[in-house]
């Protein structure tokens, strides 16, 4: 039973970096015209808070959203991506009984603003953040992590228009990103 346990985790490792490097691929793909559509940021915040809301609770952790609506011009799967990517790193490094935020400014560019409070990012591991495989020195113990998340996340910005930043420690780590508002048609 053990060795199947561990071949059984072993599976489900070496599948989500399968996934994860196809996602990464199709990001620097671009996206073409049939991908767009108009997606509310706002909603799709709302849609990841809730997804981690049961994990955070685990934690004691609060996940506030705070900002209007915002529409942009995208794939609603990448920009959900993106989006979870960021909270799901908050998650793993906030300590408990620590907040989480997440922010919306609207106007053009729009702008989604993940923040923690937990320990940050360390000034030796900035220049990496955003390089495919790297964990890290603040990686928690269990270690799940393939290192891709922020270069899927960057990669996905980029095929969307936008960026995505590390805009620093305040005190835990604060992460943007920015993308053009969808332009509406009369």
Known sequence: RDTLERCREEVVRLTRLATDLLTLARNEAGLSAQDRAE?????????????????????NLQIRLSGPTAVVRGDQAMLERIVSNLVDNAVKHTPRD???????????????????????????????????FFRGDARPAHGDSTGLGLAIAK??????????????????AVFRLVLPAALRHA
Do not use: C
């Open 98 to 132: 620590g907040t989480i935020g997440i922010a919306i400014a609207a106007g053009d560019p729009i702008s989604l603003t993940v923040r923690d409070t937990g320990p940050g990012i360390s000034e030796v591991d900035r220049p990496q953040l955003f390089s495919r």
């Open 155 to 172: 990669a996905a910005a980029e095929a969307h228009g936008g960026h995505l930043e590390f805009v620093g420690n305040d005190p835990g």
């Open 39 to 59: 997606v509310d940021l706002r909603e799709v915040a709302e849609r990841i808070r809730s997804r981690f809301q049961a994990v955070a609770g685990e934690g």
